[in-house]
Nanobody, 125 residues
Framework: QVHLVESGGGLVQAGGPLRLSCVASGRTFTGYTMGWFRQAPGKEREFVAAITWTGDNTHYADSVRGRFTISKDNAKDTGYLQMNSLKPEDTAVYSC??????????????????WGQGTQVTVSS
């Protein structure tokens, strides 16, 4: 199985940056898609960004495109979500997830097979 652990969440002022990390362990992550999702209190979990194993394909939700950057370091089995120009509406629990081949749609929650525990991101105004 694939185990995912997020870290890097915390409190940040609006406009500031924050970088989240997702460490994968267990099965090799080669060929898997890694995605980031977030869920605010009382709201549905929503897609944020995704990246293929090689990093040649990235996808972003319209709400974060241009502000967030997804990347990964295969040698460290770690994915990253660099968040810039944060807004209060970005406040949520952020989770990373792995999509095991055959791949589903990168922005679909149902496509992902393994999930991390989540890390809280709070953006103050």
């Amino acid at each position: 199985q694939v185990h995912l652990v997020e870290s890097g969440g915390g409190l940040v002022q609006a406009g500031g940056p924050l970088r989240l990390s997702c460490v994968a362990s267990g099965r090799t992550f080669t060929g898997y898609t890694m995605g980031w999702f977030r869920q605010a209190p009382g709201k549905e979990r929503e897609f944020v960004a995704a990246i293929t194993w090689t990093g040649d394909n990235t996808h972003y939700a319209d709400s974060v495109r241009g502000r967030f950057t997804i990347s990964k370091d295969n040698a460290k089995d770690t994915g990253y979500l660099q968040m810039n120009s944060l807004k209060p509406e970005d406040t949520a629990v952020y989770s990373c997830a792995a999509d095991v081949p055959p791949f589903g749609y990168t922005n679909s929650i149902a496509s992902y097979d393994y999930w991390g525990q989540g890390t809280q991101v709070t953006v103050s105004s």
